[in-house]
């Protein structure tokens, strides 16, 4: 399922009207923030709002067509009984057309893992201050880190430190949950998108 956070005012938008059923584990809604920073707000509110379970996870999608602009959400849950829980939380109102062509645009991205910037996931809570290459991908959902600029075919060694700097921001690149790095003082490693402009809800973990 995806929440529609975009453009204007902030506020959420309008919830998709339910199909015949719910999505077996997930879906999608339509744009309702303009910001990143603002659809990690969102999700942080959702995930205590709807007590979301461990294993969801949560992704932001930048949404650009004629109709809207801004940011939708997906969710995708890891048992059928949760996501008809929240599917029924969130289905209470009809959104106009465009919101709910965002909407599906968002669920089907995520669904084919094809794009989808992961906020909540499963062992996100380990990835706070410096960690490993081992720990990223021994400890999280994260499938492969990537380092920007990096000769092609040369992972990082797993003993690598990783500055999280406590924002870490993975992202669905063909069927993979990849973590983008760069490279960091002291022989070290950091993610590609960083706090901006500072790390997002401070009484939060990542």
């Known amino acids: 399922m995806v929440y529609h956070a975009g453009g204007g005012g902030?506020?959420?938008?309008?919830?998709?009207?339910?199909?015949?059923?719910?999505?077996?584990?997930?879906g999608g809604a339509p744009?309702?923030?303009t910001t990143l920073r603002e659809a990690d707000h969102l999700i942080r509110d959702l995930a205590s709002t709807l007590a979301l379970p461990p294993g969801t996870v949560a992704c932001t999608h930048l949404i650009r067509t004629d109709a809207r602009r801004g940011t939708a959400v997906s969710l995708e849950f890891p048992d059928?009984?949760?996501?008809?829980?929240a599917w029924r939380h969130l289905t209470e109102s009809e959104p106009p057309q465009g919101d709910r062509e965002a909407a599906a645009q968002a669920a089907a991205d995520h669904t084919a893992r094809r794009s989808g910037r992961a906020v909540l996931f499963p062992g996100a809570e380990h990835l706070t201050g410096t960690v490993t290459v081992a720990d990223v991908l021994e400890r999280t959902a994260?499938?492969?880190?990537?380092?920007?600029?990096?000769?092609?075919?040369?992972?990082?060694?797993?003993a690598t430190p990783v500055h999280t700097q406590d924002h870490v921001r993975p992202e669905w690149r063909d069927g993979e949950?990849?973590?983008a790095l760069v490279p960091a003082v002291g022989n070290a490693l950091a993610p590609f998108e960083v706090p901006n402009p500072t790390p997002c809800c401070s009484d939060h973990t990542n």
């Not at 994260?142 to 797993?158: F, M």
Request: charged fraction near 15%; charge should be positive; glycine fraction near 10%.
């Open 10 to 26: 902030g506020a959420p938008a309008a919830r998709p009207p339910p199909p015949a059923a719910p999505p077996p584990r997930g």
């Open 31 to 33: 744009p309702g923030t």
């Open 80 to 85: 059928r009984e949760s996501a008809t829980t």
């Open 142 to 158: 994260i499938d492969r880190v990537l380092v920007v600029g990096a000769t092609a075919g040369e992972p990082p060694a797993p």
């Open 177 to 179: 949950l990849v973590l």
